[in-house]
Structures are given as C-alpha cells and as structure tokens.
C-alpha cells in the first residue's frame, strides 16, 4: 500500500480529545462508525500531509479503520441497514394492562385496566407472530404483570405454541416472559419449565430501594421479599435468571450496591434500563438526567472490570459491540431501530403496534391480529415511518460524531415525549459520554474492558 | 508514534468472541431477543 495512494480527509474525520491526556485524540469516523487512537505525532503526520511518516503497519490499521482511503483498497462498510426488508423476530404479548404492583415510573401505566387478553386473541398473535420471515420467533409475554393471565390461560397458550412448532418445524420458536415476580408458584414454574420459557424478573435493587418504587398496589406494601422467593423458585425449577433493572433517582447513585445485591442473589444477566419519561414516568420524582444515567453505567462498568460481579450486563455489551463491530444485533440501538422491523407488539385486545413502548395510543395501531396479515402491518404507511427514521436524516444527529454508534435510539420515546420522533435520541448526552468513556477504557485496559462483553464463566472455563 | 484500534472481527472472529445473548447456549438474556437476528 503506497502511501501516495493514502489520503486523509480532516472534513470527514472527527478528532475528540481524551478527557485525561491532552497527547491523545480519538479519530472517528461518522458514517462508518469507526474509530482509532493517535498520539499527537500521528495527528500531525495526518493533519499535514506526512502518511508516509506513518509505519505500513499503522497504516494499515488506519485504512482497515476508514480513516484514510487508499484508492487501491475497498473500504470498511458501515452499520447495515435493514430498511427494506422487515422481519420480526420478536412479538410481544401484552397480556394485561393490569398489575398487582403500582410502580412509580411504570411505562406502561399498569393497573388502570382490568383487562386479559383472551386465549383466542393470543392464539391468533401466536399465528401472526408466524407469518414473519425470521426463523426463530420469540414470543415474549409481557403486561401489566402477565401473570395475572392464570396457570390455564398458560398452559392453553402453550399448548398452541407446540401446535405452531408441529405445523412449521422450519421455524424456531422460543418463549420468555417479563414479570414482577411476585405471583410465580411451583405450579406456574412447573409449566414454565416444561415449556422451555427464558424468564426475567424485574428489580430495582435491595427492599430500601425496590419497594419505594416497586411496591404492591394494595396496601403499598413492601414487593421484595416476594421477587426474592421468585428467584429461589426459579432456581428450583433450573429456570433462566435474569433480571431487568431500572435506574431511578432513587438508585443512580448507589448502582454499583444494586449490581452487587443481583449478582449476589445469582442473576446470571442483568439490562439497567434508564427510567422512561412517559406514562407514570413523567413528570414523576424517578427521572434523571442523561449525566446521572451515565455515571451509574460508569459504576458497574467498573465492578464487572475489576471482577467483582459475574453478571453479563447489558447495555455495557451492546455499547462495546457496536464500537467494535459493524454489525448491528441490538434492536433498540440501530438505524433504523427494531420498530416494525424486528418487532411488533400486540395489545390485549390484538391491536398491533410498532414495539412496546407504544401500545395503547390508537394512533399507533398498525391493524389487529385477527382481520390483517403480517405483510399487510408492515408495509403500512406507519411501518415504513418507523423504518425510514434513519441517524442521517434526524436534525441534530447529522452533524454527530457518535450517530452510527447509538442510531439515535429510541423514536417511540422520542415521540411520546417530544411528539416528533425525527428528533434525537433522548439519551443523547449519556451516548456522548459513554461512547468516548469505554473507547479510552479499551485503550487504558483492553483485556479487561474486552471481557465485558462476555460472560465471565465462559472466561473461567476456557471457551 | 502511536495509533491504536480494535476490531471485533479482525481481532478475534466473531464466532470466537460471541458478543450476544444467546439463551439456549449462553443463559439468560434479560432483554427477550432484542439482540438476536435471524
């Protein structure tokens, strides 16, 4: 590679100081989402024209990285876009809008209705579900609280899945639910089990905590010892433990204890979700800011780092992978993001929606389950809205640095609370915190922050 | 003179260095499949 037929383009390439050493700069590339580390020198060499003061080794991992061209070379391709061809891979189930807890922040504002979807209703979303082009079609059974559907409801729902799986053994159909916990029984386990069903609990963190936020409807009483005999029961019954937490201000601050209290109780993985500002996350005491969401990831980062936590922890996986490769596995951190194109949600009377965060907004309804067909759902003008917000054309995200890195993540939130979701992401000052944060962590301590992409047991027994 | 960067796929393979979840082989994955593909 001559460097005569390198070229670097300082309009296309963004150079970001580091936080703590004026000598290093990380170079970006914005449109294919590539970055590298360069000392001053290399800055310089670059800056004026002097390639071929750089070593053919360097030069090369800058080309491999996009940061120079080489007219002779194919360059690196960016995240992939999915526009055109829409597959769901994920349907989600909202079973009920009623819940027995009354959490603070609940998105979804659960327990106004006392609603269920009818068995009949889920059958036809299981049959929809299948229509999609995806191989494997998850089924995720959601809420409100999901299991107020009944060990009967359950084990009918069941029972036509299997019937599903008969009919078309080209398709790889999995189970999960999503629940509080509080309401699991051997009886509920002993289906679940039998049915292969992935479950994850949801938890904020110790009773001091948890059961401020996450307290039963009734009464206000105290849920967490409840969830905490849900993970004995699940443990019981060889059940997957995972856990989904959300991050409040009532546990950005101490989320490190919150990591440490989960991996203790022995969740395998965990997703620390930022508390959303709708439903009765709006306007209530639980939000916080981008910055506070961004120190409390920053608190695990570093326990997982330094091996004190055996959990896998998402997003901290997400984030790193789509720093370190092009692809794009993660629905809600692309461009275009998964809405109406990865998945689709039913509500409990079968109305179909673009993801679940906008269920129950009839504006938002893509058709039901009974009288359309999948295709029909997405090629609506409302499905194609979703898959045409693309990074590029968001006012605000075109001009970033970070864009091809977070995919301005996530329109339905966008929308519902700024009512226009060609706006960005509302977690936009966390990702330019974030991404730079991890990019200098990989170069402090590449091992360490490396092995936060996988799970330390696979570490430990030499996979 | 320095430069320094990673890629998943040029580092590793990345079937060597699986960076998603994947229930069946991996445990849990505590966001339901959002990060699976076809």
Redesign the interface.
Known sequence: MHPDTLQFRPEQIAAVPFSKRPD?WILVNPTVA??????Q??LD?LRGGAIN???VK?RE??V??SIITSSTSNHREGPASHIMSP?P??A?FHVTDNCNLACKYCYADAGREFNLMSIETAKAGIDFAIQS????I?L?LHGGEPLLCGAEWLEEFCKHVKRARKNHPEKDI?L?M?TNGTLLTDDYCRILAANGF???LSLDGPKDINDKVRPFRVGGDSSTDKVINAVRLLKKYNL?????STVTSYNHYRLDEVALFLDKLG?????FNCVYGIGRGAGSDCLITPQQYFNAIKKVVQLRMDDRIKM?V?PI??L??NL??P?R????MKSPC?ASN??LSFDAEGKVYPCDDLLNTAAFSLGDVFTCTMDEVLRSNLSRKFRERVVNRITGCKTCVWRAFCGSCCPAQVLLTKGDMMRPSNLCEYYKRIFPYLIES??NE?IKTLKL???R??LESGD | ??????????MLG?ED?????D??N?????????????
Not at chain 1, 267 to 271: G, H, R
Request: hydrophobic share 35%.
């Open positions: 290093r590539s970055w590298v580390i360069v000392d020198e290399a060499c003061k750089i070593s360097q991992l800058l491999r990285n597959a891979h994920l989600v082009r995806s191989r494997r998850n995720l999995r999960r999503q992935h479950v994850s997957s433990r995972a856990a989904i969740f395998s993985a965990v997703k896998m998402a996986n997400y790193l992978q370190l490769d692809e596995r993660y629905m809600c998964g990865n998945v990989l170069y590449k992409l996988i799970r047991d696979k | 003179m320095e430069i320094f960067g990673l890629r998943l796929r040029a990345s260095w699986d960076v998603s979840f229930p069946d991996d445990g849990p994955d505590p966001d339901h499949g959002h990060d699976t593909e076809d």
